[in-house]
Antibody
Framework: QVQLQESGPGLVKPSETLSLTCTVS?????????WGWIRQPPGKGLEWIGS???????YYNPSLKSRVTISVDTSKNQFSLKLSSVTAADTAVYYC???????????????WGQGTLVTVSS | AIWMTQSPSLLSASTGDRVTISCRMS??????LAWYQQKPGKAPELLIY???TLQSGVPSRFSGSGSGTDFTLTISCLQSEDFATYYC?????????FGQGTKVEIK
């Protein structure tokens, strides 16, 4: 079964770049589907950040697009998130997820990783 | 972006109750709507997609309906494990957006 695991620093300083990696097991990223990042500020709702295909094709949320880069490393079966110029408003649990819709890109998120809390603070 | 309004934000119910959660869209999205369940400290889980199709393994007490701008998630007989927060999500257009969530709590 597909499993995803986020990894990366739990604390990032304001104005720096947040970097997270999602390691996928039980499924080859190269086999298909989009792979995405979603975040959830403490006590708040969910925000889609962006998604990537194994070819490198991406979709980004326009609200974050100027600061976000999502990349994929098929050799390691991983995909990554970089968010630059972070502020306290970027403090959130960051989830990675697989898109489960084989037709509509970056549509449905299932399964998800367990999530990782990233705090932006000096 | 397409915005959604979920109601109610908080729903107090008892085990065995029938509960309904509404999700209204700012514009029509056909049936490109999903529902997720999130328990405290856990990642969301996909319950329903295409407005009314149950994800594999989801109990049949969950059902979804609607199309266009108005959608409903119904739990026919609330079980203890159903107390959680529920989110709707549209995938009709980019950016993908979620509702603000409905917390179902024990009455």
């Amino acid at each position: 079964q597909v499993q995803l695991q986020e990894s990366g620093p739990g604390l990032v300083k304001p104005s720096e770049t947040l970097s997270l990696t999602c390691t996928v097991s039980g499924y080859s990223i190269s086999s298909g589907y989009y792979w995405g990042w979603i975040r959830q500020p403490p006590g708040k709702g969910l925000e889609w950040i962006g998604s990537i295909y194994h070819s490198g094709s991406t979709y980004y949320n326009p609200s974050l697009k100027s600061r976000v880069t999502i990349s994929v490393d098929t050799s390691k079966n991983q995909f990554s998130l970089k968010l630059s110029s972070v502020t306290a408003a970027d403090t959130a649990v960051y989830y990675c997820a697989r898109d489960s819709d084989p037709i509509v890109p970056a549509a449905l998120f299932d399964p998800w990783g367990q999530g990782t809390l990233v705090t932006v603070s000096s | 972006a397409i915005w959604m309004t979920q109601s109610p934000s908080l729903l107090s119910a008892s085990t065995g109750d029938r509960v309904t959660i509404s999700c209204r869209m700012s514009q029509g999205i056909s049936s490109y709507l999903a529902w997720y369940q999130q328990k405290p400290g856990k990642a969301p889980e996909l319950l329903i997609y295409a407005a009314s199709t149950l994800q594999s393994g989801v109990p049949s007490r969950f059902s979804g309906s609607g199309s266009g701008t108005d959608f409903t998630l119904t739990i026919s007989c609330l079980q203890s494990e159903d107390f959680a927060t529920y989110y709707c999500q549209q995938y009709y257009s980019f950016p993908r957006t979620f509702g603000q969530g409905t917390k179902v709590e024990i009455k």
